[in-house]
């Protein structure tokens, strides 16, 4: 089974600072998905951002963007001018190519103040 | 269009009693999953479903059992319920294998007493 570790309990940024969630996975696929989700507090899952591990191109969305290091089987998300809406559980995910499973790390709590 | 829907949103149960939660998607997709959220465990995967009558165990199925009749509905139940199973649930789903997109539920918030 794949496994995937946050090791980040909680964090917390100033606003308008930059900050990076950890996430680090383990699996002998070669070709996967990997997903940041974000849970507010109203506690609906959205999808931040994702990338295919095939791609060596790190993906970005606007203030989101990923560091993918494929060797060393580590996706952390980077925040850029962090905003108070940032605020929420941040999850990191893994899916094979191949499997019907999605595996999610425990979370990290980021606070934003102000 | 609603996309995934679960009922109800909270429900509190006494130990032993049974209930079922009703997740229904409406973007016909193949793949539905439900997931248990605790703090400090994240979402941990109870089964899933690939398609219609179809459905398989995930990591943590002890206490619940699933039915996909119809490819919308994804049912779970918990036949006595325990303090145990006090925890957020949610329902996705997916398109199909060859897609990566998961949507969710908003959640169902139960607590056993």
């Known amino acids: 089974a794949q496994t995937v570790t946050q090791s980040q309990p909680e964090m917390s940024v100033q606003e308008a600072e930059t900050v990076t969630l950890s996430c680090t996975y383990d699996t002998s696929e070669s070709n996967y998905y990997l997903f940041w989700y974000k849970q507010p507090p109203s506690r609906q899952m959205i999808l931040v951002i994702r990338?295919?591990?095939?791609?060596?191109q790190n993906a970005t969305e606007n203030r989101f963007s990923v560091n993918f290091q494929k060797a060393a089987k580590s996706f952390s998300l980077k925040i850029s001018d962090s905003q108070l809406g940032d605020t929420a559980m941040y999850f990191c995910?893994?899916?094979?190519?191949?499997?019907?499973?999605?595996?999610f790390g425990t979370g990290t709590s980021l606070t934003v103040i102000p | 269009n609603a996309g995934v829907t679960q009922t109800p949103k909270f429900r509190v149960l006494k130990t032993g009693q049974s209930m079922t939660l009703l997740c229904a998607q409406d973007m016909n997709h193949e793949y539905m999953y439900w997931y248990r959220q605790d703090p400090g465990m994240g979402l941990r995967l109870i089964h899933y479903s690939v398609g219609e009558g179809t459905t398989a165990k995930g990591e943590v199925p002890d206490g619940y059992n699933v039915s996909r009749l119809k490819k919308q509905n994804f049912l779970l139940g918990l036949e006595s319920a325990a303090p145990s199973q006090t925890s957020v649930y949610f329902c996705?789903?997916?398109?199909?294998?060859?897609?990566?997109?998961?949507?969710f539920g908003s959640g169902t918030q139960l607590s056993v007493l």
């Open positions: 996705a789903s997916l398109r199909d294998a060859t897609n990566e997109k998961l949507f």
């Open positions: 995910a893994f899916r094979s190519n191949t499997g019907n499973q999605f595996y």
């Open positions: 990338q295919e591990a095939y791609k060596q």
